[in-house]
C-alpha cells in the first residue's frame, strides 16, 4: 500500500481533511440546497397531486352535469307533450262549443227563415184571396149585372171562399 501512496502521492491527512471538507460541503448542501429543494418538489407534487384530484371531481361533476341536462331535456320534453295534448283538448272542446254555436245559429236561421215563409204564405194567402174576391165581385156582379153593396159583397165572397 505504501507503494501505492508513493505512486499517486497520497496523503492521509490530506485525504482525511478532504474526507472533512467533503462532509461539510454536502451538509452545506443538504441544509442550504437539498432540503429545501425537496421541500419545494414536495409542496409541487402535492399540487399535482390535488390538481389530478380537482380534475376527476371536475370530471365527476361534468358526468352528473351531462345527466343533469338529458333528464331536465327529458322532463321538458314530457311536459311540452303534456301541454300540446292539453292544447289539442282544449282546441276539440272549443272546435266542439262552435260548432255547438253554429248550429243553434243555423237553427235559429232556419227558424226565422220558416217564420218568413210562412208569414209570406199567409200574406200570400191573403192577397191571393183578396184578388179572388175581386175576381168573384166581378163576376157575380156581371151575373147579376146589378152592384149590390161593399157588405153583402163581402159575405158573399166569404162564402165562396170558404167553400172553395
Not at 451538509?27 to 399535482?48: C, H, N, Y
Not at 352535469?65 to 338529458?70: E, F, I, L
Not at 303534456?82 to 245559429?105: D, F, S, T
Amino acid at each position: 500500500m505504501e507503494e501505492l501512496v508513493k505512486t499517486f502521492y497520497i496523503d492521509w491527512k490530506l485525504l482525511l481533511a478532504q474526507l472533512v471538507n467533503f462532509f461539510i460541503v454536502l451538509g452545506v448542501l443538504w441544509k442550504f440546497a437539498l432540503k429545501p429543494l425537496r421541500q419545494t418538489m414536495d409542496k409541487r407534487s402535492a399540487e399535482i397531486a390535488r390538481s389530478l384530484d380537482q380534475a376527476k371531481e371536475i370530471e365527476q361533476k361534468l358526468v352528473e352535469a351531462d345527466r343533469t341536462k338529458m333528464e331536465t331535456i327529458l322532463q321538458a320534453k314530457k311536459e311540452s307533450q303534456q301541454i300540446i295534448a292539453q292544447a289539442q283538448k282544449e282546441a276539440e272542446v272549443l272546435r266542439a262549443k262552435k260548432m255547438n254555436e253554429l248550429k243553434v245559429e243555423m237553427e235559429k236561421i232556419v227558424a226565422q227563415t220558416k217564420a218568413s215563409l210562412i208569414t209570406e204564405r199567409e200574406q200570400m194567402l191573403r192577397d191571393i184571396k183578396s184578388e179572388v174576391a175581386d175576381l168573384v165581385i166581378a163576376v157575380s156582379s156581371k151575373i147579376l149585372e146589378k152592384n149590390i153593396s161593399n157588405e153583402d159583397n163581402k159575405k158573399i165572397i166569404k162564402s165562396m171562399i170558404e167553400k172553395v
